[in-house]
């Protein structure tokens, strides 16, 4: 059975820095994307960043030069590392992984508040 715990969040001033975890558990699967979402209030969930079996990463354009995402094969992670926060980052942010012939999973959510 595939869980995804999601760690990091809280509440930061603008201009701070934030880092998000998911850990997979489970074995036995072959991850195909990893990714992290956000969903604001009133808007919908959206894309923040996602990384690929490969390695290949892509980014939200709000987002990029500011948020890093990584993965740890080996411990079953993907991290968002988020710096120079903005009010508008403010949301639930969300783990989602795509693994070969399981499907996709989404983690529980996890807030994330920059105060400005």
């Known amino acids: 059975q595939v869980h995804l715990v999601e760690s990091g969040g809280g509440l930061v001033q603008a201009g701070g820095s934030l880092r998000l975890s998911c850990t997979v558990s489970?074995?036995?699967?072959?991850?195909?994307?990893m990714g992290w979402y956000r969903q604001a209030p009133g808007k919908q969930r959206e894309l923040v960043a996602g990384?690929?079996?490969?390695?290949?990463?892509n980014y939200a354009d709000s987002v990029k030069g500011r948020f890093t995402i990584s993965r740890d094969n080996a411990k079953n992670t993907v991290d968002l590392q988020m710096n120079s926060l903005k009010a508008e980052d403010t949301a639930v942010y969300y783990c989602n992984v795509d693994l070969i012939s399981y499907g996709t999973f989404w983690g529980q959510g996890t807030q994330v508040t920059v105060s400005s």
């Open positions: 489970g074995s036995g699967f072959v991850f195909n994307v």
């Open positions: 990384i690929i079996r490969g390695g290949r990463t």
